[in-house]
């Protein structure tokens, strides 16, 4: 199994995260909160998106990723796509 980290950088890189995150999202049937429909997880043939995601022990998926910017507020448009509870 290989897993990939995302690593953006500046409020440029931090913007285009956020899309391509959402994207990845969308392709895997991930809710913004990070639970994956039950009808999703039923199956689990493919797990493909373990590659980009990490599982919490509460089951939702977290992106494998860094952001980093001097200026927090860019950051903090997009935490509903960081955040765990663990």
Known sequence: QRECISIHVGQAGVQIGNACWELY?????????????????????????????????SGKHVPRAVYVDLEPTVIGKSHHLLESTE
């Not at 199956?43 to 990490?54: L, P």
């Open 25 to 57: 999202c969308l392709e895997h049937g991930i809710q913004p909160d990070g639970l994956m429909p039950s009808d999703k997880t039923a199956g689990r043939g493919d797990d493909s998106f373990n590659t980009f995601f990490s599982e919490t022990g």
